[in-house]
Structures are given as C-alpha cells and as structure tokens.
C-alpha cells in the first residue's frame, strides 16, 4: 500500500514530474519503425512523457523526430506535406529537416534571414530493434545508444506487439513482473503439462507445473531487479522446483521467462500521465521466433482486427472486451481471447491511475512491492541530484536475462549459468548457443 504522495510520485511522469525527469535520461522508444517505413510518407503522431510529438521519414531515409507544433504559429505538423528532404507545415508553407532546421519560410521575405534565427525542437533518433527511439534529456548531454537486452545485435528476429492502453505506465508493468497472475489469469493460455520444460506451440504456452501460489525471492541491482518464482513441477517436486525468473530493468523493460523456442518481453512507455504504449516482444533466432504478423494473431494483437490504426485496443470495457461466457462455461478460465487481452481487461479496469492507499497486498506481491519501493527510492535519489537509475555503470550487463529451468532444490537459482534462447546467426556463436543448463553454486 502506497500513500497518495508516493502514488503520484511513482506513476506521473508529465512536465517536470521527477519520475518523468528520471525516465528521459533513458533512450526511450518512441513509435515503431513500420508507422515511418517509406521516404516521404505520411508523418505519424507520438506521444512521449506528455510531450506530443510529430515522426516522418525523410526523401534520403533519415527519420525526424519533432515537436508536433509548427514553431510558427503552432499548427500540426501531423498534416503537413513530407517532400524533397523535410516536414511543411500546410499553414503558411514553414518547411523543416529531420534536425529542426528551417529550410524555408516562404510567407517571409527571403532577404530576411529569418530562417537563419528560427530553430523547431528536434530529438535526436536512433532506429534499432523495430523501433524509433528518442533521446528527451538534455540536448548537451546526449548518451551513446546501447542495444537493449531485447534486442542485443542486428542478427536477431524481433516480432513486436503494439497497444496503446488508457491507463498509467506503472499498472502496466506491475502486471509483467506478477509472475503469480499467470497460474489463474493465463491459466488457458498456459496450461500445465507433464514436460521437462516451458514449451510453445501455435497455440498456447504449456509448463511443468500446477501450482498457483509460487514462493518469490527477489536480488536487487543498480539497473532494477531480477527474482524468481519458485513453483511444484509436476514431475519429482520432492526433490526439484520449478523455477521463472523475470527481469525487471529500469526504468520500464520487462524481460519475462521465454519459451523453448523464443525469449520474450516487454516495453511500458508513458505516454502520458494515463496512457501508455504497450510493446510485447518475441525475440530470437529467425528459425525459432515468429515472425510480427504470425506473433500478432498468436495475441490477439493484429492491426484491423483486434486494433484500430492506431494500435488502440478495439476491445475495451463498454464490450466487456469480448468476453465470451459460453466459453467460460465450458472450460476456458477468462472467456477473452489472448494472452494480453486479458491483462489489458485487468489494467484497464483499475483506472486511468490505479489507486492503491486501499489495496492489500500478499506473499505473491514480493516483486510489486520491490518495484514500488526501488522505484520511489531511486527517483527521490535522482531528485537529490544521484544517478539515474540503470544509467552508466548501473546498466544492465549482458550476462543478466530471464530464463526458466526445473532444477534441484538444493540449487540456487541466482548462481545458475543461463543464456538467452538463441540457435545461430550472431556474431558470435558461443552466444547463440541455446542453454537451460543450471550450474550448482
């Protein structure tokens, strides 16, 4: 349970909200690289940290990110004309290039060099891993961009999901570190099997266990957290756990337990105080990892159908959001179709902002409350003029993903050796080498 204050505080991140000032130290996507794919097609409208933003591709292939308000007299740079290396405005013909140059200002007499003392508000950009990415910190002080651990080199497949959800950031990332959740919410989705491992299907997800009440334990890192979920497997439970751990990386990054095939996670960007863009993500070896649309129709994900064209769920909670209560009636625990449809129906449900000075949290909260209790501390830390959190040297390191394995019980699952699930096409194979192995401490 959180007071008022450090609800606010956790989940506001608009004008000069400290989370927010924090998050915009960060790399941070901004749309995905499909919505800009042709030179000279239509801009596209993002929203980031509150800030509304205007996307386009340029004649020569560079992607611009600006503000979406002409600097002129404020009109939407969204409906202006993408031609011949920039971005006019359709107001009074003000045409400006990917870095915030105006080229021209044909309402102004030329011999004014008024172009020359006017400068629109770009960001600088980066394309990597299907995404445009935004750098929204101090233009002086602009960081390297390093890979996420989602999409670690240009090798692998990444299939990404997106949805923009009518609620905060935090509800949402809340539910992709509740690993307990997925035993009842998922429960048709993820069905319980007599395996030696999580496996996928075209269908469903299937996993060694039955048990809906997991013991978590957490170990805390500058770049966030990893902990584990330990359940009963199906198979020799007097003697072996079956354990998922997730990653938690700061300040909005999932990485969940993979699959046999393919790794997983998500990405939770605030778009605004209550709205977010919502990226599921299957990552890995080509041979092994869906491509985007077959990974779409798997979650019930696919633009025009379960979409809008702006990625906005067409289920929502005036249609109940589909559900099906005949299919209930016979067997299926949620009657919604999707994995992630049925976490939305729960996000969603709770409020633009979820409230929580009234919840009553349990033992199968441990990594909620450790995502609260980091986060408000390292915002505070950084508002007294510290670090931001997972910047710098409090990066993630490479070695660290999720990963899920039945093991012993004398085995300590923060000394296992894991890897990513990767079969080939890296720069390095002993990096692709795919791995569940656990290593005794």
């Not at 863009?277 to 070896?285: M, P």
Request: glycine content about 8%; some cysteine; aromatic content about 10%.
């Amino acid at each position: 349970m959180l007071t008022r204050e450090e609800n606010d505080l956790l989940c506001r991140v608009e004008g000069d909200a400290p989370m927010g000032r924090m998050m915009r130290r960060h790399w941070t996507p901004v749309c995905l690289l499909e919505e800009v794919a042709e030179p000279d097609g239509a801009p596209v409208r993002a929203q980031v940290y509150g800030g509304k933003l205007v996307v386009f591709r340029d004649s020569d292939g560079r992607v611009g990110v600006l503000d979406e308000a002409c600097p002129h007299r404020h009109a939407s740079l969204l409906y202006g004309r993408n031609e011949e290396g920039g971005l006019r405005c359709l107001y009074h013909g003000w045409k400006m290039d990917v870095d915030g140059n105006v080229l021209e200002m044909v309402s102004e007499p030329a011999a004014s060099g008024m172009a020359d003392k006017v400068k629109h508000k770009s960001y600088p950009a980066k394309e990597w891993g299907g995404m445009v990415w935004g750098w929204f910190g101090a233009a002086d002080a602009v960081p390297e961009f390093v890979p996420p651990p989602w999409a670690p080199t240009d090798k692998v497949r990444v299939s990404i999901a997106k949805a923009v959800l009518p609620c905060n950031w935090a509800q949402v990332l809340e539910g992709a570190i509740d690993s307990a959740h997925s035993s009842s919410l998922h429960s048709s989705d993820m069905v319980p099997a007599r395996v030696d491992s999580a496996g996928a299907t075209g269908k469903l997800w299937v996993r060694p266990s039955t048990d809906k009440a997991p013991r978590l334990q957490v170990q805390t890192a500058g770049y966030g957290f990893r902990y584990a979920a330990l359940r009963r497997p199906i198979k020799d439970a007097a003697t072996k756990d079956y354990v998922r751990s997730t990653v938690f990386v700061a300040p909005y990054s999932v990485l969940i337990p993979p699959n046999n095939l393919y790794n997983v996670a998500n990405v939770n960007v605030p778009m605004d105080d209550t709205t977010t863009a919502f990226y599921f993500i299957a990552w890995g070896d080509a041979a092994q990892t869906p491509e985007t649309e077959t990974w779409r129709k798997f979650l019930g994900q696919t633009v025009d159908v379960d979409l809008d064209a702006t990625y906005r769920p067409l289920r929502n909670d005036d249609n109940r959001f589909w559900q099906n209560r005949e299919a209930m009636k016979a067997g299926n625990f949620t009657g919604i179709t999707g994995f992630p449809n049925q976490d939305i129906a729960m996000w969603v449900t709770m409020g633009p902002i979820a409230d929580r000075t009234h919840e009553r949290l349990g033992a199968s909260d441990l990594a909620i409350v450790e995502f609260r209790k980091q986060m408000i501390s390292a915002v505070k830390a950084f508002d007294d003029g510290g670090t931001a959190i997972g910047t710098g040297e409090l990066a993630i390191p490479r070695t660290v993903c999720s990963f899920q394995a039945i093991v012993p019980k004398t085995t300590d699952w923060r000394d296992f050796s894991v890897r990513p699930v990767l079969a080939g096409g890296a720069d390095n194979a002993d990096e692709m080498e795919p791995s569940y192995s656990v290593q005794a401490a």
